[in-house]
């Protein structure tokens, strides 16, 4: 039977054929229709809504500021007309007997428009009612929200980059050199409280940031990092689900390769960075990776912690702008695409990475 | 995982290794003296030792603190201008003649975010774990391009919540593009976040959008570790889909359900990102969830009341800590299994 109907759709290599095979040639019946059908719902019910920011972030202000949006960025077209300064907006005007020319607006006045053709200024000006007049519009790509957001007079976006790089970049290097330290003990060492060390560690997973804000508020301010992007690395360093991670995985590597180094009269710390760290290198990976998606997108202690604008994170300065009245909803667009982008790209190189080790540890 | 990961972890390492091999020289000596005068039975606890401190500075102390905040009134920071106030703070945050009416409470905004997230936490863990359910059911079956579309459905994960919540302020608002669609299909422009009910089924929705990819990759991963030939065997015997369901992949997936359930749970208790940049809390109240209090109250509205904040934060602690303690019982039973 099964024979019969790979056999049937080789013989009729219809594109439909082909788009309803499965793998190993059975034709599709209707349950594969509705898992497509959710995959293309939910692809684009998960897209969408990031495009969309992503095209608007690139659309000009006035194109903005149009209802109904338009999907793809847009501009006005206009021209440069002799005798004239500015640029004239061009329009598909319908005349009369009912053909259409493009002509260009030179003032409106209530519901009539003066205009001109373009090709020939010199024929002078018709009153066109603007009900015949419609807007030509091209695709264009406005870069003038980047531009103004990168160029702005106070320098804001650049200390916010470099606030939220040098945190992620210095916590997550503290993360792995402490948390590998503590690994390698409770994993190469047999000792009294190792037990309790490990459980000690774990414990801290039921100390969430949420419970214990005022308090480490307190201590961030006693040890003078209000305001320092220290007094938001410190608190976060020590991660339980790392130091248990990197501690399995050591725990996989063979002691003989400790004792071999032992016997050459290898210092402890020797055999740590040299011989263990190396071997760990997958392991480290996931939890360096998984560290830098936490702290580029940290925002709790931030906010609470760093309240002078020079010391915003990009997490604070974009949560900030909806603050404002009058919100500059381009630079705001452009902000979200910038603050978003690095991650994206990060997921799309290593995607099977930070999928895998979710799946196996549960972490975030 | 292939050679191309082990590839790039390896890279990756060698220059994390060139940045840090100058500290790791100089920590070198002080390590090799430490190791001759403690001898190398206690050298594990020098290993130890910076992780122990920020934990007794970051989590150990902090709650010791927080307790001595609960007990303390005053708007000053500083334990030492503080005094004694007993169990008031408690009492106030308790206080109430009518517990199912927010108004006669002498916190009210305590009781109204109480009040929302008693309702958000279980509608939301519940939509969004029957999404990742549903989402890993499909891409466990036999699809083309399942990586592909695995990483559609997680990517917003990796987006920070605020980027989560402005992007569904840019489409939500009045000349958004969801009113721009409605429109064109001849629908008035709809207020979504002004409007209290709308407001906070929009904060679930987001919610769920945003991390709903997390738990379906996990349960996508304990699907495909039901082995297969039960599924052939129950194909034997012709058993119908949603019998296969509920007889093999419910029972079978039932742990790691557990897992995620819990996971959930405590995310979800402690929501406060997206939903402060999407609704601001409001309309009104209507989307106050507790951290948003507790942020509030401690931080946000002047005096600022760090007993009060306290003394939610430790009630908020205690429903925490039930859920974390089953977390951790369940995923350490799980591993030694």
């Keep these: 039977m099964l024979e019969g109907s790979a056999v049937k759709t080789m013989r009729a290599p219809s594109v439909w054929g082909f788009l309803a095979r ?13 898992t497509y059908a959710y995959l293309s719902l939910g692809t684009l019910l998960m897209l969408a809504p990031v495009l969309w920011v992503a095209f608007s972030s690139f659309k000009s202000e006035s194109n903005l500021s149009e209802f109904p949006p338009t999907m793809w960025p847009e501009a006005i077209e206009s021209v440069k007309v002799e005798g004239f300064d500015r640029p004239l907006t061009l329009f598909k005007v319908t005349r009369e007997d009912g053909s259409v020319v493009t002509m260009a607006q030179v003032r409106r ?34 870069t003038e929200n980047y531009t103004r957001l990168l160029n702005s007079a106070d320098g804001r976006i650049w200390s916010s980059i470099y606030n939220t790089l040098f945190i992620t970049i210095v916590a997550t290097v503290i993360t792995l050199i402490m948390n590998s330290m503590a690994a390698f003990a409770l994993s190469k060492y047999k000792f009294r409280g190792a037990n309790t060390a490990l459980l000690v560690i774990l414990a801290t997973l039921m100390v969430p940031s949420t419970v214990v804000l005022v308090p480490i508020y307190l201590i961030v301010t006693e040890l003078g990092l209000n305001n320092n992007l220290w007094g938001v690395i410190l608190p976060v ?50 939890v360096g990776i998984f560290s830098i998606m936490s702290r580029w997108n940290d925002f709790l202690l931030p906010l609470i912690v760093l309240t002078k604008p020079e010391m915003y994170t990009l997490q604070i300065a974009l949560a900030g ?39 196996s540890t549960g972490i975030k | 995982m292939t050679a191309i990961n082990l590839q790039w972890s390896d890279r990756s390492i060698l220059l994390l290794r060139q940045a840090a091999a100058l500290p790791a020289r100089l920590v070198e000596p002080l390590m090799v003296v430490l190791q001759k005068v403690l001898g190398v039975a206690r050298l594990p606890w020098v290993f130890l030792l910076p992780n122990l401190v920020v934990i007794a500075l970051f989590s150990v102390l902090p709650v010791l603190i927080n307790i001595l905040y609960s007990v303390t009134g005053s708007d000053n920071l500083y334990p030492s201008e503080r005094h004694f106030v007993g169990l008031a703070n408690y009492a106030t945050l308790l206080e109430c003649q009518n517990y199912l009416d927010p108004s006669t409470c002498s916190r009210d905004l305590f009781w109204r975010a109480v009040g929302n997230s008693l309702v958000f936490v279980p509608v939301q863990v519940a939509v969004m774990i029957g999404v990742a359910l549903l989402t890993a059911l499909i891409l466990n079956r036999r699809i083309r391009a399942r990586a592909f579309f695995r990483g559609i459905f997680f990517f ?60 379906m990759v996990i349960l996508l991963a304990g699907l495909q570790s039901i082995p297969a030939d039960i599924y052939e065997a129950a194909k034997m015997d012709r058993a ?25 749970v405590i995310r979800s208790v402690q929501t406060f990102d997206e939903i402060y940049v999407l609704t601001g809390g409001g309309p009104g109240s209507a989307t106050k969830m507790i951290v948003h209090y507790i942020y509030e109250t401690g931080f946000a509205v002047m005096p600022r009341n760090y007993g009060l904040a306290a003394a939610a934060s430790l009630m908020l602690g205690a429903v925490l800590f039930v859920f974390t303690a089953l977390q951790m019982k369940l995923s350490r039973g799980g591993r030694d299994a």
């Design chain 1, 237 to 286: 360093v020590s991660t339980p689900t790392g130091v248990f991670l990197l501690r399995q995985y050591m725990l996989t590597l063979p002691d003989e390769l400790i004792e071999a180094a032992r016997m050459d009269h290898a210092s402890e710390w020797r055999i740590y960075w040299r011989i263990v760290l190396p071997l760990t290198a997958p392991a480290l990976a996931v």
């Design chain 2, 156 to 215: 917003p994960v990796m987006l920070s919540p605020v980027v989560v919540a402005m992007t569904w302020v840019w489409l939500l608002q009045r000349d958004g593009a969801l009113n721009g669609m409605l429109g064109s299909l001849g629908f008035a422009r709809v207020s979504w976040l002004t409007d209290p009910a709308r407001a906070f089924k929009w904060s679930i929705f987001v919610t769920v959008w945003a991390h709903m990819g997390f738990y």
């Design chain 2, 240 to 264: 119908s889909p949603w019998r296969v369901f509920t007889r093999i992949t419910l029972p079978l997936l039932k742990p790691v359900l557990l897992v995620v359930f819990i996971l959930a």
């Design chain 1, 109 to 142: 006045v209530g519901i009539r428009a003066q205009m001109l053709d373009p090709a020939h200024p010199e024929l002078g000006r018709v009153v066109v009612p603007i009900e015949r007049a419609v807007p030509i519009r091209k695709f264009h790509i406005a």
């Design chain 1, 22 to 34: 499965r793998r190993g040639g059975i034709r599709a019946d209707w349950t594969d229709w509705v």
């Design chain 1, 321 to 359: 702008y909806t603050d404002e009245n009058g919100i500059a909803y381009g630079m705001l667009l452009a902000m979200t695409t910038l603050t978003a982008l690095p991650l994206a790209l990060g997921f799309i190189f290593l995607q099977r990475y930070i999928t895998t080790g979710i799946a």
